[in-house]
């Protein structure tokens, strides 16, 4: 563990968007539906702008970084064969000689699920520095605003693929929402990322329990009531009593 932590932060980001421009090159050829893997980078060209340009004010931890890039590299496989035709069963029969499908009782394609999984699980850390290290929210906080920003997040995506299916309609709608006749897909999905988000500051909380000296202070101070005066039509009052003390 020593000897990743002589690799400066930002290095270690260049050479994982390397390893990742590499599976992004493979896989931009001849994807199965070329619109909907167009579609499917947008967020993911967003996300790598957002992370170069913090990079150098704001660079995340390489375990972040690592866990930031392995989704990514999942979402990329999804977006090159369309999430519902991701073929697992096949590369899973070849190599053991069934199919995963058949060994745990799955009867659709649950690729898009693993990766709604994966959100949650992969990102809820690296969501978690950021609340952390800008927000201060330490303690009780900072476990439950990452849940709550994953889930959150998980809504408004299955928000935006709504609208998206809505606007283009048609193969490529289908193919961008990917539900498969599944009523219940973005109810399912949303579930999985919470799911996901929950192991992962479950796992985190566990962890710091256990090296973190001050961690029972720190949860309690973190619950402490640090305005006591209510807010609402009270501290509009009060505003309206400085401004016009001002003047």
């Known amino acids: ?3 990743i932590r002589t690799i400066p932060h930002q290095s270690y980001f260049l050479f994982l968007t390397a390893l990742f421009c590499i599976e992004f090159a493979v896989l931009a050829v001849s994807p199965l539906h070329r619109t909907d893997w167009m579609l499917e980078n947008v967020l993911v060209l967003v996300f790598f702008v957002f992370l170069f340009w913090s990079a150098g004010k704001f660079p995340f931890s390489r375990i972040s ?3 930031i890039f392995i989704f990514l590299g999942i979402h990329e496989i999804g977006a090159h064969y369309t999430y519902s035709e991701v073929p697992y069963d096949a590369w899973f029969q070849a190599a053991f000689g069934t199919t995963f499908n058949e060994l745990v009782g799955w009867e659709r394609n649950n690729f898009d699920r693993i990766v709604h999984f994966s959100y949650g699980l992969l990102l809820a850390y690296p969501i978690r520095e950021i609340y952390f290290r800008i927000a201060n929210a ?3 906080w900072g476990y439950f605003l990452p849940l709550d920003f994953a889930m959150s997040t998980s809504m408004l995506y299955e928000l935006i693929e709504w609208a998206a299916a809505e606007v283009f309609g048609g193969e490529l709608g289908a193919a ?7 009523v219940w897909d973005a109810h399912k999905d949303m579930l999985l990322a919470s799911l996901g988000a929950l192991i992962a500051m ?4 566990g962890l710091n329990m256990r090296l973190q000296k001050d961690f029972a202070r720190e949860w309690s101070r973190s619950l402490d009531i640090k305005h006591p005066e209510p807010l609402g039509e009270d501290e509009i009052a009060r505003m309206l009593e ?3 003390g001002k003047k």
């Open 242 to 244: 400085d401004d016009g």
């Open 1 to 3: 563990m020593k000897w």
């Open 202 to 205: 479950g796992l985190t909380m």
């Open 176 to 182: 961008y929402l990917g539900t498969q006749g599944d």
């Open 65 to 67: 970084y690592t866990l």
């Open 138 to 140: 330490d303690g009780f």
